[in-house]
């Protein structure tokens, strides 16, 4: 069982950065993502981290989000820079592919003009 918690969320101005992170035991040994879910909208995809650190970010997301592991802290982060609106959110981080019992609180982000 794996229990995951995100952190890091909050009020961003458009255009700044956030990192938002995410902890748990056994995130070391599996592949990781952050998936978000915007209002009125369906949760989707945003990247993807492997055991071995190899990345993936959904195309529209490229050049901005980057995701990272620190393998010392069983932690894995979700770099956003260049913020828009269109990035507020509920963040969560899952497995990959995500298990329905691994869902958790998520950390909101609400970005500000």
Same mark, same amino acid.
């Given at each position: 069982?794996?229990q995951?918690?995100?952190?890091g969320g909050?009020?961003v101005? $458009?255009? @700044?950065s956030? =990192?938002l ?5 056994? !995130?070391n ?8 879910q $915007?209002p @009125?909208?369906? =949760?989707?995809?945003?990247a993807r981290?492997s !055991? ?7 195309n529209d ?8 592991r620190?393998?010392a802290?069983n932690?894995v982060h979700l770099q956003?820079?260049?913020v828009?609106?269109e ?6 981080c ?11 609180q998520?950390?909101?982000v609400?970005?500000?003009?």
């Open positions: 069982q794996v995951l918690v995100e952190s909050g009020l101005q $458009a255009g @700044g956030m =990192r992170s995410c902890a748990g035991s056994g !995130i040994s599996r592949a990781m993502a952050w998936y978000r $915007a @009125g909208k369906q =949760r989707e995809f945003v981290i !055991i071995t650190g190899v990345t993936s970010v959904a997301l490229r050049g901005r989000f980057t995701i990272a620190d393998y802290k932690t956003i820079n260049k828009k609106f990035d507020t959110g509920v963040y969560y899952n497995t990959n592919p995500p298990q329905s019992n691994y869902w958790g998520g950390t909101q609400t970005v500000s003009s």
